[in-house]
T-cell receptor, first 114, second 112 residues
């Protein structure tokens, strides 16, 4: 049973560019959340998708957007990249609606903005 | 604003000893508290979840306590091994949509 898979694993972008990161949740999971983890920090919640809708959002600007597809996979898009967007982007999946279910993380996508 | 604090310094212990990591929080009433392990360059791996009405939870060599009065959780690894060396993250969840609020993590180094 594949866990949460993310792509690409590493990428380098230039300031001002746009990036799309992809996530396939664990089999049977219908809820996908995205987190940003800067070096030396804990992950920070960006947003959560359930039934193809953004259900909850953290304190991130509108440059960060996402999408969830009918097969529950998800994309994270970041526009107008800034140097400060360099981080590990983590996708997490779970079964909803019961909070307290185990949340599984992917290995992340390392984004470097130069 | 919500704040979660974990041991800011790395914790160095000898193999076989018990490691104790601390997680304190303020301005939060979590329904659940979770502990994750994260190895360098990898995603967090779920270890244990404890509910607000539980005082203690165990899993093999791991033990978590949760004191909602003190707003504190302690995470213990007994008979520690060098393979336990990693960063351990504390995360809180409210009773809503299972979004996690993380601390910065504590790096644990177990020496042979």
């Amino acid at each position: 049973d594949a866990g949460v898979t993310q792509s690409p694993t590493h990428l380098i972008k230039t300031r001002g560019q746009q990036v799309t990161l992809r996530c396939s949740p664990k089999s049977g999971h219908d809820t996908v959340s995205w987190y940003q983890q800067a070096l030396g920090q804990g992950p920070q919640f960006i947003f959560q998708y359930y039934e193809e809708e953004e259900r909850q959002r953290g304190n991130f600007p509108d440059r960060f957007s996402g999408h969830q597809f009918p097969n529950y996979s998800s994309e994270l898009n970041v526009n107008a990249l800034l140097l400060g967007d360099s981080a590990l982007y983590l996708c997490a999946s779970s079964v909803d609606p019961i909070s307290g279910n185990t949340i599984y993380f992917g290995e992340g996508s390392w984004l470097t903005v130069v | 604003s919500q704040k979660i604090e974990q041991n800011s310094e790395a914790l160095n212990i000898q193999e076989g000893k018990t490691a104790t990591l601390t997680c304190n929080y303020t301005n939060y009433s979590p329904a659940y508290l979770q502990w994750y392990r994260q190895d360098p360059g990898r995603g967090p791996v779920f270890l244990l979840l404890i509910r607000e009405n539980e005082k203690e939870k165990r899993k093999e060599r791991l033990k978590v306590t949760f004191d909602t009065t003190l707003k504190q959780s302690l995470f213990h690894i007994t008979a520690s091994q060098p393979a336990d060396s990693a960063t351990y993250l504390c995360a809180l969840t409210d009773s809503g949509y299972s979004t996690l609020t993380f601390g910065k993590g504590t790096m644990l180094l177990v020496s042979p």
